[in-house]
Nanobody, 123 residues
Framework: FQLQASGGGLVQPGGSLRLSCVVS????????IGWFRQAPGKGREAVSC????????YYRNYAKGRFTISRDNAKNTVYLQMNSLKSDDTAVYYC?????????????????WGPGTQVTVSS
């Protein structure tokens, strides 16, 4: 199946963005979906993850209190609401479906990836 992230853009520090990840062609059992990001010159890092049913959510420390992950399985869409954005949040953001291990922080555990969406936080 395929994933498509959207919603990135240019925002000032302190601003907000909502990213969306549409999952198409998925199986009847929703996968856990993770959001990752990659800043220039850095490796890909986990941001947040949500279980297939949406009952369990996970955040990296830097995202706690600022980012909220959610999903609408009727629309096959996972969201990442990002508030109080900082310049350090500038990166390409990707969504990915887990490869059978559920939510982890390791990108290698996610088997399906969509193209990223650029988030730039700058004044």
């Amino acid at each position: 199946f395929q994933l498509q992230a959207s919603g990135g853009g240019l925002v000032q520090p302190g601003g907000s963005l909502r990213l969306s990840c549409v999952v198409s062609g998925s199986t009847s059992d929703p996968h856990s979906i993770g959001w990752f990001r990659q800043a220039p010159g850095k490796g890909r890092e986990a941001v947040s993850c949500i279980s297939g049913g949406g009952h369990n959510t996970y955040y990296r420390n830097y995202a706690k209190g600022r980012f909220t992950i959610s999903r609408d399985n009727a629309k096959n869409t996972v969201y990442l609401q990002m508030n109080s954005l900082k310049s350090d949040d500038t990166a390409v953001y990707y969504c990915a479906a887990d490869g059978g291990l559920g939510c982890t922080n390791d990108p290698a555990d996610f088997s399906s990836w969509g193209p990223g969406t650029q988030v730039t936080v700058s004044s």
